[in-house]
């Protein structure tokens, strides 16, 4: 199982730019999706983002395009979530996930980042 901590979480106000990564120590994400995922209290867990560490391609949540950027760093082992133009409706804790290529199943969790937008 990967190990992945986010953080960059923070208050920020609106129109506010933040940038959020995950990092899985001393490992690598070849072979894997990573994926960012939000939560507020009382709603399920929300598809943000993902990319294919191998190849790069990526895919978001029609709530974030335009605004949000994932990316990943090869030599850091290390994915970003870019947010520009932040609204208070995207205050929410963050995860990171990891799941096999092979698989459709996200089997690793961060242990989350909040982000406040203050309006």
């Known amino acids: 199982q990967v190990q992945l901590v986010e953080s960059g979480g923070g208050l920020v106000q609106a129109g506010g730019s933040l940038r959020l990564s995950c990092a899985a120590s001393g490992r690598t994400f070849s072979g894997y999706a990573m994926g960012w995922f939000r939560q507020v209290p009382g709603k399920e867990r929300e598809f943000v983002a993902t990319i294919n560490w191998t190849n790069g391609k990526t895919y978001y949540a029609d709530s974030v395009k335009g605004r949000f950027t994932i990316s990943r760093d090869n030599a850091k082992n290390t994915v970003y979530l870019q947010i520009n133009s932040l609204k208070p409706e995207d205050t929410a804790v963050y995860y990171c996930?990891?799941?096999?290529?092979?698989?459709?199943?996200?089997?690793?969790w961060g242990q989350g980042t909040q982000v406040t937008v203050s309006s």
């Open positions: 996930a990891a799941r096999l290529i092979t698989n459709s199943v996200w089997a690793s």
